[in-house]
């Protein structure tokens, strides 16, 4: 399931595509993170087809992490929605403080959405992405969270209705202790940046 290396955004990439773009690029300090998801332009419902990497310093020097994940809802929220108004899908854009690490559903350690955050409503029940609709700002309850408890999901089925959603448990451990020794230094406030693979 994990990409090819040759394919995954590197450290240097990412900060030269915030700077294009116009967003700040968090490149001070140890563990001050940049949580980006990668929105590529595979647009296969229900696959694990995005990246969610953690660029940052250690020691001074940078370090990049690179998970599959998925930036929309699952096929069958799409199908079956929970908002009258459609499913929630994220705007690309730079999301200061939009999380903080608390309870994902009451059941396991996550980032929780603390801070507004626009999204596509996408309400036809089909399996395209729909961003030429209205979008929303607000408080609708867009974690970043893992599929599976163990191991590695291939399909996203009920695991999103619009969360940011790591595939591999194992990589989801990892992206929490980063975030648990980020906020030692940094508190419990988390900027998420998605965009998209064309910005690369």
Not at 33 to 59: E, K, M, P, S
Not at 110 to 126: E, G, H, I, K
Not at 146 to 160: F, Y
């Amino acid at each position: 399931m994990q990409l090819p290396t040759g394919k995954l955004p590197r450290y240097g990439q990412l900060q030269t595509a915030f700077i294009r773009k116009g967003y700040r690029f968090f490149d001070e300090g140890d563990f001050n993170l940049n949580l980006i998801g990668v929105r590529t332009a595979d647009n296969t419902a229900n696959t694990f087809n995005d990246h969610l990497a953690v660029a940052f310093r250690f020691d001074g020097r940078p370090h990049c992490y690179v998970f599959p994940a998925t930036t929309d809802p699952g096929l069958y929220w799409r199908q079956n929605l929970a908002n009258v108004n459609g499913t929630a899908i994220v705007v690309p854009g730079q999301y200061a403080g939009l999380w903080q690490i608390g309870q994902h559903q009451g059941k396991y350690q996550a980032l929780v959405q603390r801070a507004p955050v626009t999204v596509y409503r996408d309400s036809n029940r089909d399996q395209v992405l729909d961003t030429d609709t209205t979008t929303e700002s607000g408080l609708f309850g867009i974690n970043c969270h893992r599929a599976r408890a163990d191991g590695e999901s291939s399909q996203v089925d009920r695991w999103s209705a619009g969360c940011q959603v790591l595939a591999n448990a194992a990589d989801f451990t990892l992206l929490m202790a980063l975030c648990n020794r980020a906020r030692m230094e940094w508190g419990n406030r988390f900027t998420y940046t998605l965009i998209k693979e064309g910005d690369l």
